[in-house]
């Protein structure tokens, strides 16, 4: 599988995000057919994605992620809660670039950000994309500190699909 390294993003890195982001954005896409999200503009890039929180506001976290000391994806994380109850921190985002899925990189990946932030977690997915549902049941479930696991399902306007709601113990 490979080392895996997770480092909080720099200011100087944030256009490293900005690319990163139109990898992701590409990516998820495919769960907006049909909808006014995801087109490409005319500068052939997607909508930015407004990062300026992450460099602002105290419990929002960027994280790069690296695989064997290669760039491999991000993760952002924040302190918004769709559910109800406050949270310590949400998986605002998380991205893992395509050759480096389906190899365990990004369960470790994940499973080492829960351990280096303990507390009451949420974890939004949309309700279109089963895979990446499926995936946040396996690593949630798979970390030892796991507890209190529960998934709710949100509507619009709220949230439209699943939500993880769990406490990883330190």
């Known amino acids: 599988m490979g080392e895996v390294e997770i480092a909080l993003a720099k200011p100087e890195e944030r256009g490293v995000l900005e690319t990163l982001f139109q990898l992701y954005i590409h990516d998820f896409s495919e769960h907006w057919a049909g909808q006014a999200q995801g087109e490409i503009g005319e500068d052939g890039?997607?909508?930015?994605?407004?990062?300026?929180?992450?460099?602002?506001?105290?419990?929002?976290?960027?994280?790069?992620?690296?695989?064997?000391?290669?760039?491999?994806?991000?993760?952002?994380?924040?302190?918004?809660?769709?559910?109800?109850?406050?949270?310590?921190?949400?998986?605002?985002?998380?991205?893992?670039?395509?050759?480096?899925?389906?190899?365990?990189?990004?369960?470790?990946?994940?499973?080492?950000?829960?351990?280096?932030?303990?507390?009451?977690?949420?974890?939004?997915?949309?309700r279109r994309n089963i895979v990446a549902l499926a995936f946040w049941r396996r690593a949630v479930a798979a970390h030892p500190g796991v507890s209190d696991m529960e998934e709710p399902t949100l509507g619009p306007p709220v949230w439209d699909g699943p939500v993880l709601r769990f406490r990883i113990d330190s």
Do not use: C
């Open 45 to 126: 890039r997607f909508e930015p994605y407004d990062l300026d929180p992450y460099w602002r506001d105290e419990g929002s976290i960027p994280l790069l992620l690296r695989r064997d000391g290669r760039l491999a994806g991000f993760a952002l994380l924040n302190r918004t809660g769709h559910a109800g109850p406050p949270v310590d921190r949400n998986m605002a985002e998380f991205f893992v670039a395509r050759k480096h899925r389906r190899s365990g990189f990004a369960q470790a990946a994940a499973q080492e950000i829960f351990s280096r932030y303990p507390g009451r977690w949420e974890l939004a997915v949309a």
